[in-house]
């Protein structure tokens, strides 16, 4: 079975700052690796995604994440926040076998303060 | 491109009634999710279509939940009849079928069953 943790369900930071939020995955054959952001009231955006190619992942709106299979970690970062990055942020693992199944984490609430 | 289209956006209902959510997933799009999202949790599967067979629905409480995907596109999830514990977010989501392919979300139904 696969599953996903991510610490902090409400992270908090001021605007221009470094956004990290945690991401770490448990499967027991290679992964896929998401990362979604939902605002209120919409449905659910894909931010960038790791399928075995390239562990350091870019993807919209500036952010990245890099896949450590020594720590089973999929941390999202973002060099410098912006308002309008306030959302709910989740992780994501589907396994690589086909079915494209998700399991989602329980979410990160990210707060940007000025 | 057109999006995933979901109806109604918010129902509300008491227990014991029964409801019905529309999809109309993106045009080409051979897989079909729909998902339960809790007040503070992570969406969770319920059923997978792939064109209009099953492919996973072992989430799915089939003792009030049903689906269906008639034609292979549109589908429609009910519940009949009702509990206080189905309150959520039900989304609808599409994809090719090939595994780690990027599923597109429709914006919700919100559903508060009083």
């Known amino acids: 079975a696969q599953s996903v943790t991510q610490l902090g369900s409400h992270v908090s930071v001021s605007e221009g700052a470094l956004v990290l939020l945690r991401c770490n995955y448990s499967?027991?054959?290679?992964?896929?690796l998401f990362w979604y952001v939902q605002y209120p009231n919409q449905g659910l955006q894909l931010l960038l995604k790791?399928?075995?190619?390239?562990?350091l992942v870019k993807g919209i709106n500036g952010f990245e994440a890099e896949f450590k299979k020594s720590e089973t970690s999929f941390h999202l970062t973002k060099p410098s926040a912006h308002m309008s990055d306030a959302a709910e942020y989740f992780c994501?693992?589907?396994?690589?076998?086909?079915?494209?199944?998700?399991?989602f984490g329980t979410g990160t609430q990210l707060k940007v303060e000025l | 491109e057109a999006g995933v289209a979901q109806s109604p956006r918010y129902k509300i209902i008491e227990k014991r009634q029964s409801v019905a959510f529309w999809c109309n997933p993106i045009s080409g799009h051979a897989t079909l999710y729909w998902y339960q999202q809790i007040l503070g949790q992570g969406p969770k599967l319920l059923i997978q279509f792939q064109n209009n067979g099953v492919v996973d629905d072992s989430q799915l409480p089939k003792d009030r939940f049903s689906a269906e995907r008639l034609k292979g596109v549109d589908s429609t999830l009910k519940i009949q009849p009702a509990k206080l514990e189905d309150s959520a977010v039900y989304l609808c989501?599409?994809?090719?079928?090939?595994?780690?392919?990027?599923?597109?979300f429709g914006p919700g139904t919100r559903l508060t069953v009083l």
């Open positions: 989501a599409s994809s090719f079928p090939a595994g780690g392919n990027e599923q597109f």
């Open positions: 994501a693992v589907s396994d690589t076998g086909g079915g494209n199944k998700l399991t």
């Open positions: 790791y399928t075995s190619a390239a562990t």
């Open positions: 499967s027991s054959v290679p992964p896929y």
